[in-house]
């Protein structure tokens, strides 16, 4: 009898690296929620760094009087041609571009193209201008270590792209002094300079990133248990009005449209009265789990909003697809079939679900999106409950707390 075999198999190189190293990611939808955060978390220091690095960039290329005595010293006069179209074609648009996005709404949607981009190219044009001043007997091969970190450091980038612009920067240096016969050994000294300043900017990085990464699930954990409804297990209404505040100003921003579904229970009083409160609580759940479905995407969110009534607010969504979700949303619960023998409605467990569609403006405030879907909702009760009721034009015409139903009938109907 053979004795059991043993796995004898040794780790790979890629599991060895990722134990040295483990990658810097998060499953999703963590991943899209930090790298939004991120996004944001990064743009105060993107600030105040930018308009430095690129006034002192445009000045130095751009300005006359003693830049322009410098430039003339630097390169030949055969050269001013290609130094001019350097300087004009690829630093001062570059360097607009990055000030544009840096200090725009155009920061959320651009900066992660726009950094590698803009990073990659002003470094390729440096490195140009140094193979044109070998000529003249100087090099800009000081400079060449400072670009290098800057793509790990001024650009807000994360890992990824960061350690992709400055290898290229490093590999566009030694390629064009190869090409251009420049085999000395000052240059292959400067070369081997820049190379080390590529692997600490990439263990710098890697190490302020992991810990922020870190602190930032940390911070998701305890903001988590605050913010989560025990019973149901989605968000409360604390977190719901956190939520709400914060997406309404980025929808501001960003002139995306935004939807909230206010989705009550129908005759849960009776629910409760009928089958009792742990089979109320049990139902609540359930429904919860239910809801939950519709609000996957990273800045959706379901929450509790009090009893028997859930919100789920919805960004950058259009009204055909918000119809799309309530219908799928009253299916997923009828499959639920929770039984209901006290409802007027049907046999099983229902609800009725009022849908407010808005783009936001400045000056308006988010009680207006939950008011006009509150009058959603009265709206689908009032035509037999078990429906939705979507609301978008009326928001034009809607004056915030001067509701246009009467709200005392509208919670005698809701018992």
Known sequence: MKPPSRNTSRPTLRERFSKLLPPLSFAEPLESQYRHWHTDHARERVKYTMLPAMGVLLIVSLAGGPFRELRETLFAPEQMALVDLLRFGVLLPTCTAMLLVTYTKL??????????????????????????????????????????????????????????????????????????????????????????????????????????????????????????????????????????????????????????????????????????????????????????????????????????????????????????????????????????????VGPYVTVSIGAACVEPEAGRHHDGLIQLADEALYAAKEGGRNRTAVMDREYATLNTGAFRVPRSRARNEAA
């Not at 002003?122 to 400079?143: E, K, N, P, T």
């Not at 921003?253 to 579904?261: I, K, S």
């Not at 009550?264 to 009265?273: I, P, Q, T």
């Not at 309530?326 to 009828?334: D, P, S, V």
């Open 107 to 344: 920061y959320s949607r651009w900066l992660g193209f726009a950094a590698p981009a803009v990073s990659l190219l002003q470094s390729l044009c440096i490195v140009a201008f140094d193979l044109l001043m070998h000529r003249q007997g100087y090099s800009l091969s000081s400079v060449l270590p400072m670009l290098v970190l800057s793509a790990y450091m001024l650009f807000g980038m994360m890992q990824t792209p960061a350690t992709i612009t400055a290898t290229a920067i490093v590999a566009a240096y030694g390629i064009t002094g190869w090409a251009a016969d420049l085999n000395t050994g000052q240059r292959l000294f400067d070369l081997a300079m820049t190379s080390f300043a590529l692997v600490l900017g990439f263990f710098f990085h890697y190490s302020f990133s992991r810990t922020q990464r870190l602190n930032w699930f940390r911070n998701m954990m305890l903001t988590d248990s605050v913010h989560r409804d025990a019973l149901t297990n989605i968000g409360n209404r604390r977190m719901f009005d956190v939520h709400i505040e914060r997406l309404w100003n980025q929808a501001v921003r960003t002139r995306a449209p935004v939807a909230l579904l206010l989705v009550d229970l129908d005759h849960f009083k009776s629910f409760n009265d009928h089958a009792g409160h742990q089979a109320g609580d049990h139902c609540l759940a359930r429904v919860a789990g239910a809801i939950a479905q519709s609000a996957r995407r990273p800045l959706d969110v379901a929450a509790r909003y009090g009893g028997e009534e859930f919100v789920v607010l919805l960004f950058d969504v259009q009204r055909d697809r918000v119809e799309e979700l309530c219908r799928e949303l009253h299916t997923n619960l009828a499959a639920l079939q929770i039984p209901h023998p006290a409802s007027s």
